[in-house]
């Protein structure tokens, strides 16, 4: 038998959790052809996997790149930490539809330039993805803040039942054209003044096409065990999947919550649908004027529209700088963005380490100075915590990086080192992969990253992109078509 690629002797992390074994891995086309002792194979391209570990391509089901797949389209944030699929319309806001002609508000202004092209469909944001592939596959949620954006005048109350019926016309049509699933942002304006009702009516839609409700919550401090009954009621009354995006207590006085947020997880679990999934950082990244810097330990501004020079610095410091308290250098820099060190190292452990946690970056790419997660989230839990902490195994790790999420938003034949998968694949190092991207410094690429392929062609090598772009959209539906 001949393959395009061969890998010989890797360690292979079949994604489901089993223990690895040495072997072969052939693949032919886009798919993996074989698994196991190849010895009979030969190849066009033999890859001598000595001393490295090769995974199925790593999921990142929370990420902000929609517009990033048309302005960077070889998104090297991704491909560099060996993400191959990304899942797009986190936290409310999607690039699609969009509709209405309005200014964007913050924050989906923060994920979609107002200049960036209007899809009035998400048919149509699929087609110019289909058309001008990026390097990695793509799924899009569909935002309840969007929707509301194409449907509502006045952001500042619940939507009537006229608006409510436009917004499950146009969810209705996404998912019909493949959008994968549903988010909400009740944490932000946009959204806020969403009724729980309004939030179960939309999601109704969910049901006939079985697709996910996807939320960042509401609260995700004081009230977050609230904002978690919220959620699970809206998943019972809408009869749907719900998935907790970027589980996390933040603020100080909600440190050691986590203890009480995964039991009540777990109770909710035995009897719905619910899933969750978060970021391996104390630090989390979301607008400056959440009030959030008060329960912060310490604020980097990342963006400010009027203060651009400021973009990189502690809040502290700009404070001193202009001889003003930290609320008042926070009005003047809005609108701006910020990451706030939040959390504690406790409740990231407890919640990475929970055995139903998937692994996400919540990435927004944009800007001069992101969150270092865009560019180390795997690497820092396959480096940081499972080689220098401990709290998992690498079998488990890669479990959660690529069968979980494929699993939990039914992207099939993609998560998986077996026959007939397709050949996303990441070729890594366990003893030197390590996150480079620091707070300081955040846009560097990983350590320990050797090859990375996306449907059988490679797409970061030798510690660059390589320009091949041969991603692809997916959809819940997509059929593992046997070869
Ligand atoms: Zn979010
Ligand atoms: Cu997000």
């Known amino acids: 038998m001949r393959a395009d690629i061969l890998f010989r002797g890797a360690r292979i992390i079949d994604g489901t959790g089993s223990a690895s074994f040495t072997g072969d891995v052939a693949v032919i086309d886009d798919r993996i052809a074989a698994v196991g002792q190849l010895g009979d194979w030969t190849a066009n391209k033999v890859e001598d996997c000595t001393g490295l570990a090769l995974a199925p391509g790593f999921i990142d089901p929370h990420v902000h790149h929609d517009e990033a ?26 690039i699609a539809p969009l509709t209405t002609a309005r200014d964007l508000p913050p924050p989906i202004s923060a994920i979609v330039s107002n200049d960036a092209p209007r899809f009035a469909s998400y048919a149509d944001y699929k ?44 969810l209705d049509q996404a998912l019909t054209e493949g959008g994968i699933g549903l988010s909400t942002g009740t944490f932000y304006p946009p959204a806020r003044a969403a009724t729980t009702q309004e939030l179960i009516d939309v999601s109704s839609v969910l049901k006939s096409h079985g697709k996910l409700y996807v939320t960042h919550m509401r609260d995700e401090g004081d009230g977050v065990i609230a904002a978690l009954y919220e959620t699970f009621a809206v998943g019972r009354d809408a009869c749907c999947g719900v998935h907790v995006s970027h589980h996390k207590c933040a603020g100080l006085a909600n440190h050691g919550l986590s203890e009480t947020t995964l039991k009540i997880i777990d109770d909710a679990m035995a009897k719905q649908d619910v899933g969750l999934d978060t970021t391996p950082y104390t630090a989390s990244a979301t607008m400056l004027n959440s009030g959030r810097h008060k329960q912060a330990t310490r604020v ?17 410091a700009i404070a ?23 959390m504690d190292e406790g409740d990231v452990r407890r919640i990475l380490g929970y055995e139903h946690t998937i692994v996400c970056s919540d990435g927004i790419s944009k800007g001069s100075h992101p969150h270092p997660r865009v560019w180390g989230t795997f690497p820092r839990v396959l480096g940081h915590y499972v080689r220098d902490v401990g709290l998992m195994t690498l079998e488990t790790a890669v479990r959660r990086m690529t069968s979980m999420p494929a699993d939990r938003f039914g992207l099939k034949g993609r998560g998986r080192i077996t026959k007939d998968a397709f050949a996303d694949l990441v070729l890594f190092d366990p003893e030197t992969i390590a996150d480079a991207a620091t707070f300081e410094n955040p846009i560097q690429p ?9 449907n059988g062609r490679a797409v970061w090598a030798d510690g660059q992109s390589t320009g091949t772009r041969p991603g692809r959209t997916v959809t819940k539906e997509q059929p593992v078509q046997v070869v």
């Open 446 to 454: 990983a350590k320990g990253i050797a090859r990375v392929y996306v």
């Open 300 to 316: 980097i501004v990342t963006e400010s529209e009027p203060h651009p020079e400021q973009a990189g610095r502690d809040l502290s």
């Open 69 to 94: 797949m048309l302005t960077d389209p070889l998104l090297a944030c991704m491909t560099s930490q060996g993400v191959t699929t990304v899942i797009n319309g986190n936290c409310g806001f999607s």
């Open 320 to 342: 001193a700088d202009w001889g003003v308290d930290l609320d008042t250098a926070v009005e003047r820099l809005l609108p701006a963005l910020g990451i706030f060190f939040i």
């Open 127 to 170: 087609a110019r993805l289909d058309a001008e592939p990026t390097a990695v596959n793509a799924a899009c949620l569909i935002g309840h803040g969007t929707l509301r954006l194409n449907a509502m005048d006045d952001l500042t109350r619940a939507a009537d039942a006229t608006e409510t019926a436009a917004m499950c016309r146009q």
